[in-house]
């Protein structure tokens, strides 16, 4: 089939290299000319294990990128994979995709016969069929449900394995009220749905909306959960892995997303949470569970820094910080636990030493006045105190490298070091 994919981003470009590998004519429109070019040449413009094969493989052939909208006219269906970036009371601007849904449209004009739009970007329910669809019908002149068909197709990618969460999905969830767009769906995914026999879900487009936010807000919740019974865990001197262990063999709960510590961060937990708690408040409902979640969430910082306080009093003093990607596998800062615990050093006086595997560059953006070194042997050397903050393999094979410390304090978000004699360990929930 023959495929557009609007957006270059980390969804756009993850997508866009996997429908070619599944043998579709791929082409990705972006207004950014370098990313065109990075994509053109065969190299990935994100940091996403296995993109850079696919876009190898690839570019050229089965996909091309391009700043030209015309090129969606030799296309069956196009998605729409642009940002939704958070306002200030976490609502999402949609700006950026209507602004494309209209350009689209005018592209559209030109073209003969059906075309699908399938929104891809994570929405709030009822922009598809009540923001976009009218822009789109307006802009190409063409007839909702007669030579123009809307869908929506949330994307569970994870970052760090987004490729593999694509070529082997859990689920693929199709959302459309058109019988039209619901074929040309099913015939978009029909290699992959043939190769691993991943669940369709055929339901509405408002319910597709609302399942992308209903599995982030469930997935959010229930390792803040976790983590509020972790909290309790430790006040009893109880080990919250055990019992994350013991629980997770109940099938009704399952073993994933129980590791409890110093919670969530990334783009999508933090955004996703705070746009659908700002969307129930608009429609009058008061979300008191995801409030719940997010509230934990933003607290288990302050909780990692008070263990520590137990220990040391940290002013004038080396602290190293372990980890500065919100999760291992990604140079992401944004939301990291590691801004807050940084913050909470600085507001103590404490000389802070950040080791990152990929990250460093990002946060150096946001915190120039810290030390960042190239090893976690570098941060250790002569600190007071160790904060772990991010589960990276080269950082739980951390123990000898301790005894470098001037006082071995090890306070542990991640549950990553082992405990033994010889360094004075805290971890947050065990
Ligand atoms: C998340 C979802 O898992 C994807 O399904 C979804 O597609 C994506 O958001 C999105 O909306 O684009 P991602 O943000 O890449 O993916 O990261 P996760 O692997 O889900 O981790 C999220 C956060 O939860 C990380 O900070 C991680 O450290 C934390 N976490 C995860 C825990 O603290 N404990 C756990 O047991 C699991």
């Not at 970036?85 to 004009?109: C, K, Y």
């Not at 929506?152 to 070529?167: K, S």
């Not at 619901?182 to 669940?199: M, N, S, Y």
């Amino acid at each position: 089939m023959r495929i557009s994919i609007i957006g270059s981003g980390y969804v756009g470009t993850t997508i866009a290299a996997c429908f070619a590998d599944m043998g579709h004519e791929v082409v990705n429109v972006d207004v950014d000319a370098e990313i065109v070019n990075t994509i053109n040449s065969g190299r990935s413009p994100i940091h996403e294990p296995g993109l850079d094969e696919l876009l190898e493989n690839h570019s050229g052939e089965a996909l091309t990128a391009t700043t030209d909208y015309d090129a969606v006219l030799d296309t069956e269906v196009t998605f729409l994979a642009l940002p939704t970036p958070a306002r200030e009371d976490g609502s999402i601007d949609t700006s950026i995709i209507e602004a494309a849904a209209e350009t689209l449209g005018e592209t559209l004009q030109a073209k003969d016969g059906d075309h699908v739009v399938t929104t891809k970007s994570t929405v709030i329910p009822t922009t598809t069929s009540e923001t976009l669809a009218p822009i789109l019908e307006a802009a190409s002149g063409k007839t909702l449900g007669e030579d123009l068909h809307v869908a929506m197709n949330p994307e569970f990618l994870r970052e760090g394995t987004a490729v593999d969460d694509f070529l082997d999905p859990d689920k693929i969830v199709l959302g459309t009220d058109s019988d039209a767009a619901r074929k040309t769906l099913h015939d978009v995914f029909e290699p992959l749905i043939a190769e691993t026999g991943a669940p369709v879900v055929d339901t509405g487009i408002e319910e597709a909306e609302m399942i992308k936010y209903a599995n982030n807000g469930f997935l959010a919740a229930k390792v803040s959960l976790i983590n509020d019974i972790g909290n309790i865990c430790k006040e009893y001197g109880v080990d919250a892995y055990e019992v994350a262990d013991a629980i997770g063999l109940d099938d009704r709960i399952s073993a994933r997303f129980l590791r409890s510590g110093l919670g969530w961060g990334g783009s999508c937990f933090p955004k996703d949470t705070a746009a659908i708690r700002a969307a129930a408040r608009e429609q009058g409902y008061e979300p008191l569970m995801l409030d719940a979640a997010t509230e934990i969430n933003d607290r288990q910082p302050a909780r990692l820094l008070s263990l520590l306080d137990r220990h040391v009093d940290v002013a004038d003093e080396r602290v190293a910080v372990l980890g500065l990607s919100f999760k291992p596998g990604t140079d992401d800062i944004r939301n990291s636990r590691a801004i807050p615990v940084i913050e909470g050093l600085q507001a103590r006086g404490a000389t802070v030493v950040a080791y990152d595997p990929v990250a460093a560059d990002n946060m150096r953006k946001q915190f120039p006045e810290i030390e960042y070194v190239d090893s976690p042997e570098a941060a250790l050397d002569s600190a007071s105190a160790a904060l772990v903050v991010t589960d990276w393999p080269e950082i739980t094979a951390l123990d000898a490298e301790f005894d470098a410390m001037s006082t071995p304090v090890v306070v542990d978000g991640r549950r990553a070091i082992d405990r033994r004699d010889g360094i004075v360990y805290e971890g947050l929930t065990w």
